[in-house]
């Protein structure tokens, strides 16, 4: 029995019941998980909807209607990381196409399009994507899409969605965007026009750091035939284990994102007025260039911040040791709070001079802020603050 989706249900609600498969011959209230990998027929040409799971499983749907309501789409399709889905939607694009996306997007995004899809004749034009004339000048004949990708990865600078999707409108371009940062509760790419939203739901959607996932939502029916046909040819749909995980993490996604945020604002004031933090990056302080649009364009700032820390000052592996909250690991969008350095870390594999022309330095450093409580986290940055002050 599924439970029937109601579309005037607010974000927490449907994120604990739309698409949540309640199995009638138990009565279970979740979703049990079907790892079967083919469905028999009752006869020729009749099933029960399902036949086989690369194309269709009981326990990946429950999870493709939950997001495709929380994000405002038509449909969802689950894959199997964040990079599956984007690499299924480059398949949308023939040789001779071209892209337009931003500078500083996520570096696999960067990675993919960069070394492999223009090896298949596809072509990206990587832009300031803050600027709509830069994004305007990059437009040729063969361009097809804008990809968006808001905030930005380490330094959560804004593109203006509506901006763009009006460029979009004016050169007959279709829009895709990255929504994994802000997830549909604090930002709802659809409503600016964005036709195609993917996620990567290792991130805040799972929320717990133990799955691997990804999500492509449809806004309407342009492409929705299309994608189908492609994570089905592709193969690239999660397992039905994965799933289950996923729809297990994505029930507390609201409250989740109201204690990232909470948190993360703590954590942004009282590092502001550390006098070892040279800068605070975080689209909720008043400071950020940008406050008015994340205003404008999201329902909250998020739990991602970044600083840029003085190392004549700090000692940086000794700051990093005497941390016991947070772990020196990439990734980002658990309960757990995480802190890594872009320069040797996630965005390692840019060029010297892109990182510094992308304003990341040694100091700087990302911060994935958990939902610990906030006064613990400030206490431990404190602490370390303090145990690595002047001490070389
Ligand atoms: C992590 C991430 C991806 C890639 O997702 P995977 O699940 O690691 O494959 C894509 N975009 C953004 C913004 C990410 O943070």
Not at 276 to 288: I, T
Not at 361 to 375: A, F, M, Q, V
């Amino acid at each position: 029995m599924k439970t029937t989706p109601d579309q005037n249900w607010q974000p927490e609600t449907q994120a604990v019941h739309t698409g949540v498969y309640k199995d009638s011959t138990f009565n279970s209230v979740t979703t049990p998980i079907y790892p079967s990998s083919t469905f028999a027929f009752e006869k020729l040409g009749v099933n029960k909807g399902f036949d086989y799971t690369r194309s269709g499983n009981p326990t990946r749907a429950a999870l493709e209607q939950n997001l495709a309501a929380l994000e405002g789409g038509v449909q969802a399709w689950a894959t199997c990381t964040g990079m599956a889905a984007i690499t299924t939607l480059g398949f949308l694009f023939k040789p001779g196409d071209h892209i337009v996306t931003g500078h500083d997007i996520y570096g696999g995004t960067f990675r993919l399009l960069d070394q492999v899809f223009r090896g298949m004749g596809v072509e990206t034009s990587f832009v300031r994507m803050g600027s709509p004339d830069e994004v305007r000048r990059a437009i040729k004949p063969a361009t097809k899409a804008l990809l968006i990708e808001t905030p930005s990865n380490p330094l959560l600078n804004l593109v203006d969605i509506a901006a763009m999707t009006a460029i979009a409108r004016e050169h007959g371009l279709f829009t895709i965007a990255d929504n994994t940062f802000m997830s549909p509760y604090f930002q709802k790419p659809f409503e600016f026009g964005v036709d195609i939203v993917f996620h990567s739901t290792t991130k805040y959607i799972n929320g717990h750091s133990d799955v691997v996932g990804g999500a492509i939502v449809a806004r309407d029916n342009t492409f929705r035939e299309r994608i189908a046909f492609l994570v089905n040819a592709l193969g690239t749909a999660c397992s039905p284990f994965d799933a289950w995980l996923v729809l297990r993490g994505v029930k507390t996604l609201g409250y989740r994102m109201e204690a990232h945020q909470r948190n993360a604002m703590a954590v942004a004031r009282w590092l502001s007025q550390q006098p070892v933090v040279k800068r605070v990056y975080y689209p909720g302080l008043e400071s950020h260039p940008q406050h008015t649009l994340a205003k404008r364009q999201m329902r909250g700032f998020g739990g991602m911040l970044s600083i840029d820390v003085d190392l004549e000052r700090l000692n940086l592996d000794q700051f990093l040791a005497s941390l016991r909250l947070f772990s020196l690991a990439e990734s980002l969008g658990g309960v757990e709070s995480l802190i890594e350095q872009p320069w040797t870390m996630s965005h390692a594999s840019m060029s010297e001079p892109a990182r510094r022309a992308a304003g990341i330095s040694p100091g700087t450093l990302r911060i994935s802020i958990g939902i610990e409580h906030p006064d613990d986290l400030i206490a431990d940055l404190d602490g370390a603050f303090k145990a690595a002050l002047n001490s070389r």
